[in-house]
Structure formats: structure tokens, C-alpha cells
């Protein structure tokens, strides 16, 4: 059925949107799967079944958009690695803002043949030196404009990498001072989220609630604002410092700002006991999945 081009659309549809075990071999293979079904699909399911569509040999820039702007790891992986899916220069340019921390995303975007030249050029300054490389030999540069992009690019990441030092040193001491209770973890939140330091914020929220900086950082930059609630939310953060976390993110994904006052409505119907629930469970399933790739 899954391959099957003569098999009922609306049967087909519904399928897409069954459970993952049903649903992914029709995400992956469906021929009557439309761009604008695959959009919805991409927008209304979980992680997984964007994660089965990101695998489809057909997606052109609008279903690579919306898998893209959930900020998940390793559908970004998936979209980027797929040599035959097509990608906008949003696209291309929102991937490389994951590429620093990312290696995986990194060497994917050094091997896209098909990058335009704009989408390069602000591609370009977020890669490794290597991954700079290895792109440029597979763009034609005859102007050698991207070639200077990188040159400044080394000048420019020196520069930063002390700024972020420094700025990364003031996070800890803050985290010192809540932990001698000299200022809240809300009041620290929103000193850095005013100084648009969404991966010190990370780090913050990262040390009190015991999940990986990595993990705090993805649900804080992902489109979808529900784990970043329930994490705030398990810590206690009141509903004005959210406020000023979410106003953050608008800004880092280029959101409207109404959203983040959506956001923090919202915020007040979280149940602290779920939030800290879904917590418990979220660092009992990484100790796992840390147990189980040990052995």
C-alpha cells in the first residue's frame, strides 16, 4: 500500500497520520502524498513522523521549511543529509544556526551541491574551517567572494570566541550566586535573556533541572514551546521571567512577539506536578538511553 500510486488518497492521508509503526513506511514511500499534505503532516504530528518524512526523495522547499523550523536535531540531520530534498536559502541559512554545535550538521551542509551563492554566503561564517573547505571546492567561486567570507569570518570567530568566554565565565558566577541565594533563578533568566544569550540560558537551566546542556538548548531554540515550558515550569520560574525567555526566542527564530505572550497565557494552565513529572521521566529515559549506549 505504502507504494502503491493507485491506493485510495483519503485511506492514504489518514494512514499518514496513524501511529509511527503504521504510518512511517506511508510518510517514506507514498506517492499520493501531496507537498501540502506533507506540510500538515509535517506541522500537526510528533517528531517521528517528521522524522520518516525527512527520509522521502520528493520534498521540495516548502515541506523541508516546515520540518526544518521545529528546530529537532535529528530531523535537521535527516533534512540536511538528503541529497535529493530540496532546500530554501531559509533553510539553509536556519540549519547552519545549528551547525556550530552540531557535527553531523556540519559535514552534511559542507556537501550540499545544490546551496546557492546568498545561501553561502551566510552559511559559510557558522561552519568549521574543514567544512568551509569542503563546500567551497564543491561551489563554483570564481570571483573568490566566499573565499573572503571565511577570511573574515577567522578574524571575526577569534574575536567572538573570547567574547563568549568571558560572557560563558559571567553565567557561572551568576549560577554561584542562586546557589547562594543572592539572586532567583527567574532574575538571572531575565538578565540573560535581555542580553540575548539564549545558550547561556541554557546552561542555567540546564544545571538546575539535571538534563543535558545540549537537550536544554534545543527545547529552548525548537519552534515547539512545549518542553521549554514544562521545564521552566518544573523549576519554578514565575510567569514574568518566562515571559522574558520567550520574547528571547521570538527574536533567535524570528517569531512574532505576540507569540510569546500566547506563550506565557499559557504558561498559568501548566500543572507544576505534570511539569515536574515529565521531568522525572524525561532524565529517567536519558539515564537509560545513557545505560544502553555504554553498553
Not at 533563578?185 to 538546575?208: H, K, Q, T, W, Y
Request: proline share 4%.
Amino acid at each position: 500500500l505504502a507504494a502503491d500510486k493507485n491506493a485510495p488518497r483519503e485511506l492514504t492521508v489518514r494512514l499518514a497520520g496513524d501511529d509511527i509503526r503504521v504510518a512511517r513506511p506511508i510518510l517514506e514511500n507514498s506517492p499520493n502524498l501531496t507537498s501540502q499534505d506533507l506540510v500538515a503532516l509535517a506541522r500537526d504530528q510528533g517528531k517521528d513522523h517528521r522524522l520518516a518524512i525527512s527520509k522521502r526523495d520528493d520534498l521540495d522547499e516548502d515541506v523541508t521549511d516546515a520540518l526544518i523550523e521545529q528546530g529537532e536535531l535529528e530531523v535537521l540531520r535527516a533534512v540536511s543529509g538528503n541529497h535529493k530534498a530540496r532546500i530554501s536559502d531559509w533553510g539553509f541559512g536556519s540549519l547552519a544556526r545549528h551547525a556550530p554545535n552540531d557535527d553531523a550538521i556540519q559535514d552534511n551542509l559542507s556537501r550540499r551541491r545544490d546551496m546557492s551563492l546568498e545561501a553561502a554566503k551566510s552559511v559559510l561564517p557558522l561552519l568549521a574551517p574543514n567544512a568551509q573547505r569542503l563546500l567551497i571546492s564543491m561551489m563554483q567561486d570564481e570571483s573568490g567572494e566566499l573565499t573572503k567570507i571565511i577570511s573574515k569570518a577567522a578574524r571575526d570567530t577569534s574575536k567572538k570566541k573570547i567574547g563568549i568566554a568571558k560572557k560563558r565565565l559571567g553565567a557561572k558566577a551568576m549560577i554561584s550566586s542562586i546557589r547562594r541565594a543572592e539572586r532567583s533563578l527567574g532574575e538571572v533568566i531575565v538578565m540573560l535573556s535581555e542580553e540575548n544569550r539564549p545558550m547561556d540560558c541554557a546552561l542555567v537551566l540546564a544545571v538546575f533541572s539535571g538534563i543535558p546542556e545540549d537537550q536544554a538548548a534545543n527545547a529552548l531554540l525548537q519552534v515547539n514551546s512545549e518542553t521549554i515550558s514544562l521545564l521552566c515550569k518544573s523549576l519554578d520560574i514565575e510567569r514574568p521571567h518566562f515571559r522574558a525567555l520567550c520574547s528571547m526566542r521570538c527574536q533567535r527564530l524570528h517569531l512574532p512577539l505576540s507569540q510569546a505572550d500566547r506563550l506565557a497565557e499559557r504558561y498559568d494552565d501548566i500543572d507544576p506536578a505534570v511539569a515536574k513529572r515529565t521531568m522525572r521521566f524525561l532524565k529517567v529515559r536519558n539515564a537509560v538511553k545513557a545505560g544502553s549506549d555504554a553498553a
